[in-house]
């Protein structure tokens, strides 16, 4: 069995460690969706440790707090889907209300022909920066 997200990076990497990366995925109307991958083939968040499940979770939350940082979202949605890919990752997705489908889910259909522009060279730096501070943050607690 072959698994898109074991076989590469599934976007532009922000964060890479040992057990998690970050990436900025390529989709056109959403240049700032970001995923939150677990690097070894799990295929539920049950499946991991509990502390795994906490480093996941603690990722999740600092990739939404530096979107919520750098760019200013109106929302911010997370899923965690796994229907099409069954290894476990988060969805972390910044929505405007001007955005394609908002106030409805992504997947869904379209609400207006819009999309959201981003210098994606200085998002990447800036939420790179602002990704780092998050966790930073987060592991004083």
């Not at 390529?26 to 991991?48: G, Q, S």
């Not at 990722?59 to 997370?78: G, W």
Request: charged share 25%.
């Amino acid at each position: 069995m072959t698994c898109e997200l074991c076989d590469s990076d599934g976007g532009e990497v922000l964060l890479r460690t040992e057990s998690l990366r970050v990436v900025r995925v390529f989709h056109a109307h959403y240049p700032a969706f970001c995923r939150v991958i677990w690097n070894r083939h799990i295929k539920e968040m049950t499946d991991l440790k509990h502390h795994e499940q906490a480093k996941l979770m603690q990722t999740v939350f600092a990739v939404e707090a530096a979107l919520r940082a750098t760019i200013r979202p109106d929302k911010i949605t997370l899923a965690s889907l796994g229907n099409m890919t069954p290894h476990v990752h988060w969805h972390v997705i910044p929505r405007f209300k001007e955005d394609t489908h908002f106030p409805q889910p992504i997947w869904a259909a379209p609400q207006r022909a819009t999309s959201i522009k981003i210098d994606l060279v200085d998002f990447d730096k800036k939420i790179r920066l602002a990704l780092q501070k998050a966790m930073h943050s987060q592991q004083e607690f």
